[in-house]
């Protein structure tokens, strides 16, 4: 990803992030971020993309770098926005949250991770149309289910029922579906756990 200035005409004046490739891996990613403690000139000075975007965008490549205590720190100023409605048009993501979730799970913290994926699921009409909505009903079952493996049994009438929510809005589906077959060998690995 790539943030460009864009133009003095420009409707947007600020910056934009761009792809600048398509890479899975950080040693792709090619990103000029302004300095942390202040905008450039002209820069985008706006609290959201200072307190909330800048911190996204590098926290993600925290979490690319394998490096999920760094995530959790960038995160950490994004936090007073993290339900903040809109953030994109009609809608949010809530990114910083699912950094924050997946970067808790990445050190071995479920119970934190599931309290991140819990928060998504409290506010549905802020990620509304979001792909957020469905994933993180399941990673929350998935985060669950991690308890319950670390012999947690409390969590495992939650992760079923997590589970149950994610089958649910998946039910008209296609059948061959990967994440579905996915979702469906985790549940029923948890009750052979139980």
Known sequence: MRIERLGPRSAARGYSAKPAEFTPSPEGCKLKLP???????????????????LPCIRAQLALLNNDPAATL??????????TLFPQVVFYSPMLSIVMRAEAYAALG??????????????????????????????????????????GNQ??????????????????????DIPILHQAHSESANLTNLE
């Open 35 to 53: 300095n942390r403690n202040s905008a450039p000139s002209g820069g985008p000075t706006h609290a959201v993309v200072q307190s909330y975007w």
């Open 109 to 150: 913290r479920p119970a934190d991770s599931a309290k991140e994926w819990w928060r998504i699921a409290q506010h549905p009409g802020i990620v509304q149309l979001s792909a957020t909505a469905p994933y993180s009903k399941l990673q929350l079952a998935r985060t669950l289910a991690l308890e319950v493996n670390a």
């Open 154 to 175: 409390n969590a495992a009438a939650q992760a079923r029922a997590a589970y149950q929510q994610f089958f649910a809005l998946w039910r008209d589906a296609d059948s």
């Open 73 to 82: 720190q960038q995160l950490e100023t994004a936090r007073q926005y993290d």
